[in-house]
């Protein structure tokens, strides 16, 4: 079956390094994948998408990579601010399907 | 501000009771869902509707009823069938179901807790 794994360790760092999150998936050839941001309590934002033929994407401080050979993306935070501290989502979609999986995330607490 | 709505923040039911929870669109967006978290599980979807009047049951619906009567509106009634109800609500929408290009907007959810 289709699964997407997420660190479930939280992910602690230094304000001003860079955050790495890994989002690693199998059984499924997703044609888009996507970021999210879950504070606690609330719902998930959305933050990035990247297509299977794009290597790399770009937004202000955040990077997402996306390696169908190794079925994986990375997720980088880079000059990381405590106000970044929190889950973040990785969520697949194939071509012409409705489903969207999503991972379990992986939290994030950045220390002043 | 445009957005999704979802009430109430806190629900807290008896068991055997049914209960129904609220999910309002302003984005105009066609589709809409309802997934539900778990901690250390991901958003495992329970229904979903594409347009009006039309839903299709996700991959954990037992227990759960929707409606679609309204494009804005898509309201999730949890039932008494459903043996695991306590756990955190989220309802999302987004411009088209089929097209992986757009990203789901999420509402705040709903937090259930039966006893």
């Known amino acids: 079956s289709q699964k997407i794994e997420q660190n479930s360790e939280a992910l602690n760092i230094q304000e001003g390094k860079t955050a790495t999150l890994t989002c690693n998936y199998t059984?499924?050839?997703?044609?888009?994948l996507q970021w999210y941001r879950q504070d606690p309590g609330r719902g998930p934002v959305f933050l990035l998408l990247i297509r299977e033929n794009e290597k790399e994407k770009r937004k202000e401080r955040l990077k997402v990579t996306f390696d169908t050979t190794l079925k994986q993306s990375l997720f980088h935070i880079t000059a990381s601010q405590p106000a970044d501290s929190a889950t973040y989502l990785c969520?697949?979609?194939?071509?012409?399907?409705?489903?969207?999986?999503f991972g379990a995330g992986t939290r994030l607490f950045v220390k002043a | 501000d445009g957005g999704i709505t979802q009430s109430p923040k806190y629900l807290f039911r008896k068991e055997g009771q049914n209960v129904t929870l609220s999910c309002e669109q302003n984005l105009n967006h066609d589709a809409m869902y309802w997934y539900r978290q778990d901690p250390g599980q991901g958003l495992r979807l329970i229904y979903y509707s594409q347009i009006v009047n039309d839903f299709q049951k996700g991959d954990i619906a037992e227990g759960y009823s929707v409606s679609r009567e309204k494009k804005e509106s898509f309201p999730l009634t949890v039932t008494s069938a459903q043996k695991n109800p306590t756990a955190f609500y989220l309802c999302a929408s987004s411009n088209n179901l089929r097209d992986p290009r757009y990203e789901q907007y999420f509402g705040p959810g709903t937090r259930l807790t039966v006893t």
């Open positions: 059984n499924y050839s997703p044609a888009y």
């Open positions: 969520a697949l979609k194939g071509t012409g399907g409705f489903k969207t999986i």
